[in-house]
């Protein structure tokens, strides 16, 4: 009785809604919602309103020539529509969380089974059926027009094979992880399919940064996806046997540990190109060029200037420090006419040269810009502590981490991103110093200078005008085009960044190698340093008069001389042929000469 009364009352109230609409407005007779969600690796409708909540890929139901309306929200796990192929019938795309659709449409006027599905993501469970009349959902029709709209592969030669994988972060490398079926948790897991099959791979971003998918072989790559739970879809036909080599193509991934085996038939070929299965980064899509763009126009200067150190902190005691940093990835200027994009802290290289106390607690806040393509850490060799902070600061594109640490030891530490592949993202500039100075502070001197020397791998060579690009294959060889000081080729020989000082005066240097491979042999020419903290040891007693001081990749100095003559001294790494690399800075002294400690006339041309 309850139920004829429901109904009768759903009559009334429909014969209500026809009568008091407008003649020309439309009349919904049953209105459904679903939502999007992940079931058991697959994906999935779920339906949200009256009889169909909570079911999965709930049955609809509609009279002969009904009007109905679908809305679809978006419950996260990437991109969705809703379409009903056969009636040629499809949604707009939504693509964050929350985010709705709808559809209104009437159905056909005779009895039918019509299908509704996500448009990438039928074949990974987001199919239902939409039952006209009296039918049951065993009853489909079966017709090739059916089979090509619901994506079904109608040649005999092949099938649709299906794969979904998702990027993360384990262990120190970057890798994919396979979702549902028997991959579902698996690292890098073998994808197989036959010559002939279509195949489906659907990839999620994990943790947010950038990534996509290429398969060696096939020249078939996914357009790149960015953003937690955002999805993209490559569909290609493998058409030969062997085994290829499936990656990510942005830079460094590959060699961070992002790739894996693609098996086609028996899994072996004939042919020995193309099968991409060596790990030297070497096999990339078809359509990479060394050719360098036009140069960026609104490049900045990311040259960190050589005065730009805090005060010294001298005799007080121990404290609360916080320390900021962002990373921040951005088009710099390389050399004339030379533009490069830089991974950075604070936007300049090197980062900023942070300064402590012994003693004090350090709180550091890393904040990863939202227009970031990729994670980014840091790691500071001042820290006691597992990965030297990188292990609390792995921190998404607009994420932000914290953690603190106690600084034990004075010294010159450097700091660098540890995010997969670490030398990438030390190479593209993200390396600093931080100076622990022990109780009572440093000696007094006149002007401090912060100096660090890197390398820069691009796929153009040395020289080469424009819009130059990281090359991770250089990378790993260590071959690189160019060797700096703070950032860019002779970024301190210039009037803007050169540094300055008087006769009289005394200078300290605090010299940094971010590297990430080569060592450096410091030297100044025209000067004879009269203390060098070897190893940026402050506790131990200095060397004195020393030439030329060797400074390994990841580690530092601190070096003390007095200016006695006027003139410009040149800083270079006496591995001398860098020079020709862009490595060298000017010390420009200015004041009286001093012809009792050096006497002689200037020669043109001599380059010092």
């Not at 970024?491 to 803007?496: E, F, H, Q």
Request: proline share 6%; charged share 20%; hydrophobic share 40%.
């Amino acid at each position: 009785m309850r139920i004829f009364k429901s109904l009768i009352s759903a009559l009334v109230l429909g014969v209500l809604l026809v009568s008091c609409a407008p003649v020309d407005a439309p009349v919904v007779n049953t209105e459904y919602i679903l939502t999007t969600d992940m079931r058991d690796g697959k994906f999935v409708f779920v339906g949200v309103n009256e009889d169909i909540n909570g079911t999965v890929n709930p049955s609809l139901h509609a009279k002969p020539g009904e009007k109905i309306s679908v809305m679809l929200i978006n419950g996260g796990y990437g991109e969705h529509d809703i379409v009903f192929p056969e009636l040629n019938i499809h949604s707009d795309v939504i693509h964050q969380k929350g985010e709705t659709t709808k559809i209104t449409f009437s159905v056909p006027e005779q009895d039918v089974v019509l299908t509704y599905q996500d448009s990438s993501h039928a074949k990974l469970g987001m199919s239902g059926v939409l039952l006209v009349g009296a039918v049951i959902a065993s009853q489909p029709e079966s017709s090739a027009s059916t089979q090509d709209a619901m994506g079904m592969d109608t040649q005999a030669a092949g099938k649709t094979v299906e794969y979904t994988l998702e990027s993360a972060l384990a262990d120190g490398k970057m890798i994919y992880i396979g979702k549902g079926s028997d991959l579902d948790g698996k690292t890098n897991p073998d994808l197989t399919a036959n010559p002939g099959d279509l195949v489906r791979v659907t990839l999620f971003s994990g943790e947010g940064a950038t990534h996509n998918i290429f398969f060696d072989g096939f020249n078939a790559k996914s357009e790149d996806v960015a953003g937690k739970g955002n999805s993209v879809v490559v569909e290609f036909t493998p058409d030969k046997e062997g085994t290829f080599a499936y990656y990510c193509t942005i830079l460094g991934h590959r060699q961070a540990g992002m790739q894996g085996k693609f098996i086609v038939g028996s899994g072996t070929s004939s042919e020995t190109a193309g099968t991409g299965t060596n790990n030297t980064g070497t096999g990339m899509p078809a359509d990479t060029s060394l050719e360098a763009g036009p140069a960026d126009p609104n490049a900045v200067d990311i040259v960190r200037d050589p005065t730009d150190i805090p005060t010294p902190i001298g005799k007080r005691g121990p404290e609360a420090v916080r320390v900021d940093l962002e990373t921040v990835e951005v088009t710099g200027q390389l050399a004339d006419g030379i533009t490069f994009k830089y991974w950075t802290f604070n936007g300049k290289v090197p980062g900023p040269f942070i300064r402590v106390r012994v003693g004090d607690t350090v709180e550091v806040h890393l904040k990863n810009l939202p227009d970031s393509s990729m994670a980014h850490s840091v790691d500071f060799h001042a820290v006691t502590g597992p990965g030297g902070g990188a292990v609390a600061t792995q921190t998404q594109p607009g994420g932000e981490t914290m953690f603190t640490f106690k600084a034990l030891n004075p010294g010159l530490f450097v700091y660098h991103c540890a995010t997969p592949m670490v030398a990438q993202h030390i190479s593209n500039g993200m390396y600093g110093l931080i100076l622990v100075e022990p109780a009572g502070g440093l000696p007094a001197v006149d002007r401090e200078f912060y100096v660090m020397q890197g390398e820069i791998y691009t796929a153009q060579p040395f020289d080469t005008t424009g819009a130059v690009t990281a090359d991770a294959v250089k990378l790993l060889n260590e071959n690189p085009e160019y060797f700096v000081f703070n950032g860019s080729a002779l970024a301190l020989a210039s009037d803007t960044h050169a540094l300055r000082a008087n006769v009289g005066e005394t200078v300290r240097i605090f010299f940094g190698v971010g590297g990430p491979n080569f060592i450096s042999s410091f030297h100044v020419i025209g000067e004879i340093f009269d203390r060098v903290y070897d190893q940026a040891s402050l506790t131990a007693p200095p060397l004195t008069d020393v030439q030329t001081t060797l400074v390994p990749p990841g580690g530092a100095t601190m070096v003390e001389f007095k200016l006695e003559v006027p003139g410009r001294y040149i800083l270079v790494d006496h591995a001398l042929a860098r020079m020709e690399r862009g490595l060298a800075g000017y010390l420009y002294v200015e004041g009286d000469p001093n012809p009792d400690i050096f006497n002689g006339t200037v020669t043109p041309g001599s380059g010092h």
